[in-house]
């Protein structure tokens, strides 16, 4: 007979699966965790929390004739509320006896691209991926970045009318021109911050932007081929060239994020920032059942379960003048 072969034994064999499970999606909450830390959170009802807003000064001044002159009328602080309202979120998950089903197959984040098993019924070029549940051309929903850093004149921010305060309720900007990151826009930008409120009044910044223009800032650094420091106890680290192990722009601490604008460079003041929680995210609960089944076409059991994921809240700021913002950046190549 012939030598025994591997194949003959290979149904004996035991199988080694590894007991550790790596991650080969990405997977990012920079923002949300930074407002959960350090901002405000305020447990609310369904009915709009409101926020008081100091918008301008009041009183008249002037010369006045102390001696029997007529001192004048005045007038008064001017006053107005914001208002916000939780949206409530859902994460479902379901699994059959043999795994788990899913409806978007790959994302990647190089190549910008999507990919899901079946393209939506009406789907046309230029369409916009939203949150699944919303409807319309404008839908709202969780309140971001953009909505509370802008300049605009118009629209609705908090149910405020931005018109009537297109100076008080308006961030400072500055347009990057579709050019590369420099030092000189970012000074500015923070200026912005100290002219709109006062060169005291600027509270702790946090630089937050996207990876492509971390990038661009750290090659700011790395271009310059020279140069000499002072000694200890000078100011030798008032200009950042990386040189230490924590990155800031122009002494901003940096917290970069995948899902951040590619283009953008946002200053923000967490401490302005908060969330009007309704729900904390827990399981979805009936009667102290958390797992539910599924039915199948027969009115029968379906071999499968599933389970939700619930929250409802809403993200506030109460100062837009405190932050600032560069965009239009050019993206480095490479991305």
Known sequence: MPQMQNAQTV???LEKVR???????????????MIQQRGDVERVS?????????IRPGGKA?????????????????????????????HAVEISKSGVTTNV??????????????????????????????????PVSL??????????????WLNLNRATYPVELATPHVSGNNSAL?????????????????????????????????????QLGVTISQIIKEGAGGRASDLDLLFTGEKTMAGVPIKSSINANTSRVDFLDLSHWGRAVMQ????????????FPIYGASGGLAAAYIFYFVTGFQVWNDSPRSGAYIDSLAIPSGY
């Open 11 to 13: 149904a004996l064999q």
């Open 19 to 33: 007991d550790k499970l790596p991650l080969l999606y990405e997977r990012d909450d920079i923002l949300l965790t």
């Open 46 to 54: 369904s009915r709009n929390m409101r926020l008081p807003l100091q």
């Open 62 to 90: 002037g010369l006045a004739n102390l001696d029997g002159g007529d001192l004048g009328r005045g007038s008064g602080t001017t006053y107005d509320v914001a208002q916000v309202t939780p949206v409530f979120f859902r």
């Open 105 to 138: 197959t790959a994302v990647d984040p190089f190549g910008g691209t999507i990919t899901v098993d079946n393209i939506p019924t009406g789907t046309s070029p230029n369409d916009l991926i939203v949150h699944d549940g919303l409807s319309g051309a404008q």
């Open 143 to 156: 309140f971001g970045i953009l909505y509370h850093q802008t300049n605009a004149t118009t629209g609705t």
């Open 182 to 218: 420099t030092p000189g826009v970012v000074r500015l930008a923070i200026n912005k911050v100290r002219k709109s409120l006062g060169t005291n009044q600027v509270g702790k910044l946090i630089a937050y932007t996207s990876l492509e223009q971390e990038h661009a800032w750290e």
């Open 280 to 291: 904390d995210i827990d399981f979805y609960d009936v009667g102290g059942q958390t797992v």
